[in-house]
Nanobody
């Protein structure tokens, strides 16, 4: 059974930083691309970023490019999202998700329970 457990969310002021983590189990982590997806209050899910299975290829939504960095540690089955220069519009429940293949694309499936990020002064 795929399990994805996110952590690292919290309340941060505009311009601040947070680092999200996601520990994966139940599948061969190093064989799959992984994504971060977020869901703002009252809105649908929005894909944020993805990384290929080997970590060499990354992709970002236009809204976060240049501010967020996705990375992974295959030895520890862990996915990260470093978020800098946070804005109030980044407020959302952030999920990590397992992609359907090894690529860092927007095609994702199973996701975790999420960690809340709130950007407010």
């Amino acid at each position: 059974e795929v399990q994805l457990v996110e952590s690292g969310g919290g309340l941060v002021q505009p311009g601040g930083s947070l680092r999200l983590s996601c520990v994966a189990s139940g599948f061969t982590f190093s064989s799959y691309g992984m994504s971060w997806v977020r869901q703002p209050p009252g809105k649908g899910p929005e894909w944020v970023s993805a990384v290929s299975s080997d970590g060499t290829s990354t992709n970002y939504a236009a809204s976060v490019k240049g501010r967020f960095t996705i990375s992974r540690e295959n030895t520890n089955n862990t996915l990260f999202l470093q978020m800098n220069s946070l804005k109030p519009e980044d407020t959302a429940l952030y999920f990590c998700a397992k992609n359907f293949n090894r690529y860092g694309t927007t095609s994702y499936g199973a996701r975790g329970q999420g960690t809340q990020v709130t950007v407010s002064s």
